[in-house]
């Protein structure tokens, strides 16, 4: 029996997307432009417009990409303050309007075209073949009327079912992106509505689109991870690069839509409504590292931030109070963000040392440390626990002075209930003790009432940073990050770091390190 999913169809734009034909379009339209901007100087030398060559590829994406030719074209020359009449369709190259302009752009990009030829995204024909072979429906739509003559090129018209190009828009009447019609009729003629449908697309104004067309979620493809966060910023649910496309999983997009209820608002896509509320209080910055400030790695002591993130959080360190909360040991987690000037919370918020006050008095660090009494017996396990697991494979048993934590990602699933079985046993009996669950790990622990959420209160009174006029900010991924996202309710502002909708007490939402770098940097330069 097929499963069921919760979507039923997928459309795709193709330029960037199918094919990197995307490339080939920018080089078309910057010859084209180029040799009319030319033509512009020569006629005057001061005729009151930018006349720079057209580049690459911010001028392309900023005001061409994804729209029907016409409109692009307009866009870009109106942005350069050079009035044109738009003329008609039918004007022939060479006439000076809009239109006519445009149309000298087809012979371009077909020269190109047959000289280099088109290449198709592998990632993305992976995953669209993994949707027709699950029974979902798949569509191709596209402003570009060579849209048909290049997927034939490339052999895979066959794979959609319909086709909605530059073409069809012109036959119908259909507007262009960003307004949604293009999509929207995709959509209607595999059978399913934009709310069951996936949007994929590479343009700022594509992801606009299926975003006003309600589409149940809106993909970004990108080149780049700068690219990535430009789609984020447009209202994309989801962004990753042409390079991943093939990791995207039937799974993955099916929570998507299993899970709306749980969806968060995108803390990039807000950025301006959260930078005015960055203006109005004062931030104080707390930041989970695993997973946060460092992607999740196979072996914990592999987890090494990058040097662009250890600069953000450097820079945001010289402006705001920064606090970094995290399950590793204190000592272990200072070391490998190596930033001077943080407070540090470690063992999920058991071993404390703030820098100071927060004044600049030459004060000492403030120590905290709670349940002391048990270093010992964590001691004494951990001991324990490194020979009971030191023959399953993949096992690594990791101290972090107040607690141990037991990673298993990678040990073979039919071994994981054994590792779980001998975490178990080895604090039945400790009543002072209890086990934890988090990304693939287990993790003894103090059983007392304190965690990370605990920890950020006791912060903010000692370092003075409980009053009205501060704003905490907390940003973590993992389970135990939700005591602090519940902690803080609606006086501060917690964003989750996940790539699908979860249940989260947290506000926003982040889909990867790479973005919570970006979203420090904003903060950092307000």
């Known amino acids: 029996m097929s499963r069921e999913f919760q979507f039923q169809a997928a459309i795709f734009d193709m330029d960037g997307v199918i094919t990197d034909t995307a490339r080939v379009h920018a080089e ?68 000076e309007t809009v239109c006519g302009l445009a149309n000298g752009k087809d012979r371009l990009f077909n020269e190109i075209l047959d000289r280099e030829g088109a290449e198709i995204i592998e990632g993305t024909l992976a995953l669209i073949r993994n949707l027709k072979n699950a029974g979902l429906r798949v569509a191709v739509a596209s402003s570009s009327r060579n849209c048909r003559r290049i997927l034939e090129r490339a052999g895979v018209l066959d794979l959609f079912e319909a086709r909605v190009d530059g073409e069809t828009l012109r036959e119908l009447g259909l507007s262009g992106k960003p307004d949604p019609d293009m999509f929207v009729e995709a959509a209607r003629r ?14 700022g104004s594509g992801v606009e689109a299926g975003r006003r067309g309600e ?48 969806r968060r608002p995108s803390a990039l896509e807000h950025w301006p409504a959260l930078a005015e509320r960055f203006r109005t209080f004062q931030p104080a910055i707390f930041l989970d590292y695993d997973g946060t400030l460092t992607p999740i790695v196979s072996r914990p002591d592999q987890a090494v931030i990058p040097p662009e993130t250890q600069e953000v959080v450097r820079t945001l360190a010289t402006r705001y109070p920064t606090t970094v909360v995290s399950g590793r040991g204190r000592d272990d987690v200072a070391r490998l963000v190596g930033v001077d000037g943080l407070n540090y919370a470690g063992s999920h918020g058991y071993d404390i040392e703030a820098a100071s006050t927060g004044e600049d008095d030459g004060s000492e660090p403030i120590r905290h440390e709670v349940a002391a009494e048990v270093l010992p017996l964590i001691e004494e396990l951990t001991d324990h626990l490194e020979g009971e697991l030191a023959d399953v494979e993949g096992t690594v048993v990791e101290p972090k002075r107040f607690t141990v934590a037991v990673h298993y990602r990678m040990v073979a699933e039919d071994e994981v209930g054994r590792v779980e079985e001998a975490v178990t046993a080895a604090v039945a009996n400790h009543p002072e003790l209890r086990v934890a669950d988090g990304k ?87």
């Not at 595999?190 to 343009?203: K, L, N, R, T, Y």
């Open 440 to 526: 693939k790990v287990f993790e003894i622990r103090p059983d007392l009432d304190w965690d990370k959420g605990k920890a950020i209160l006791w912060l903010r009174e000692a370092l003075g940073l409980d009053g009205d006029e501060v704003m905490p900010l907390y940003v973590g991924d993992d389970t135990t990050d939700e005591d602090a996202f519940r902690i803080l309710g609606e006086q501060g502002l917690g964003v989750v770091v996940t790539d699908v909708p979860r249940p989260t007490h947290a506000g926003y939402q982040l889909q990867d390190t790479v973005e919570v770098r970006e979203f420090l940097r904003r903060i950092a330069e307000l």
């Open 215 to 262: 589409f149940g979620l809106v993909v970004g493809v990108a080149e780049s991870d700068e690219h990535r966060i430009a789609l984020r910023d447009a209202g994309a649910h989801l962004a990753v690069t042409r390079a991943g496309m093939g990791d995207l999983t039937l799974d993955l997009l099916d929570r998507w839509f299993s899970e709306a209820s749980e």
């Open 28 to 95: 078309a339209w910057k010859q084209l432009i180029d040799s009319y901007l030319e033509e512009l100087r020569e006629r005057s030398p001061d005729p009151g417009a930018e006349l720079a060559p057209f580049r690459l590829p911010d001028d392309y994406r900023n005001h061409v990409d994804g729209k029907p030719r016409y409109q692009g074209l307009d866009a870009f020359l109106q942005h350069r303050g050079i009035e044109l009449p738009f003329g008609t369709p039918e004007d022939e190259p060479g006439i």
């Open 190 to 203: 595999v059978d399913s509505g934009p709310a069951q449908s996936i949007v994929f697309e590479d343009a």
